[in-house]
T-cell receptor
């Protein structure tokens, strides 16, 4: 079973708009990671946020973590057609590391 | 730098046949993971190794599945006998320093069992 649950399942926006994806989880975590997967390819690591961090930035990506709500969000600013992909959160807890079901993002040119 | 290399990229075989998937991790990485991805179940961790030793194989679905890592630069996932429900994309990933570190994925093997 999956630990992280992303929402929405699918998101369609216009190029230039911001995209926000959310991840909720059930158990305490050590860290949370976000990955991107382009069609027919493997997952690519985007960003890791530790349980004692609240926000991290990497280029156009902004990740927040709220451990009290057991949730994280990934914001992609000024989206591009090349951002079209599936995005997954992965939660690391004491017992295991699990991936969510993903959000399918489509950015229309 | 070469990433994680998986072979074959595609495999189509008949039910009952033995299937062997191969993975070459990034040089120097000490953790290797095998995953299965399907629409229904998402990305599932099957097994992972640390320094060539299997650490957790609780995700291996059945005895028909086996994985080996004879050395630091090669791993196999074998299914014998294969069944149609094994059809999926199988990914190998590697990382350095811990299970919870960023993982580097190969491009997967798309397996179809007829």
């Amino acid at each position: 079973s999956q630990q992280g649950e992303e929402d929405p399942q699918a998101l369609s926006i216009q190029e230039g708009e911001n995209a926000t994806m959310n991840c909720s989880y059930k158990t305490s975590i050590n860290n949370l990671q976000w990955y991107r997967q382009n069609s027919g390819r493997g997952l690519v690591h985007l960003i890791l946020i530790r349980s004692n961090e609240r926000e991290k930035h990497s280029g156009r990506l902004r990740v927040t973590l709220d451990t009290s709500k057991k949730s994280s969000s990934l914001l992609i600013t000024a989206s591009r057609a090349a951002d079209t992909a599936s995005y997954f959160c992965a939660t690391d807890s004491t017992n295991d590391m699990r991936f969510g079901a993903g959000t399918r993002l489509t950015v229309k040119p | 730098d070469a990433g994680v290399i998986q072979s074959p990229r595609h495999e189509v075989t008949e039910m009952g046949q033995e299937v062997t998937l191969r993975c070459k991790p990034i040089s120097g990485h000490d953790y290797l993971f095998w995953y299965r991805q399907t629409m229904m179940r998402g990305l599932e961790l099957l097994i992972y190794f640390n320094n060539n030793v299997p650490i957790d194989d609780s995700g291996m679905p059945e005895d028909r599945f086996s994985a080996k890592m004879p050395n630091a630069s090669f791993s196999t996932l074998k299914i014998q006998p294969s069944e149609p429900r094994d059809s999926a994309v199988y990914f190998c990933a590697s990382t350095l320093g811990g299970r919870n570190q960023p993982q580097h994925f190969g491009d997967g093997t798309r397996l179809s069992i007829l």
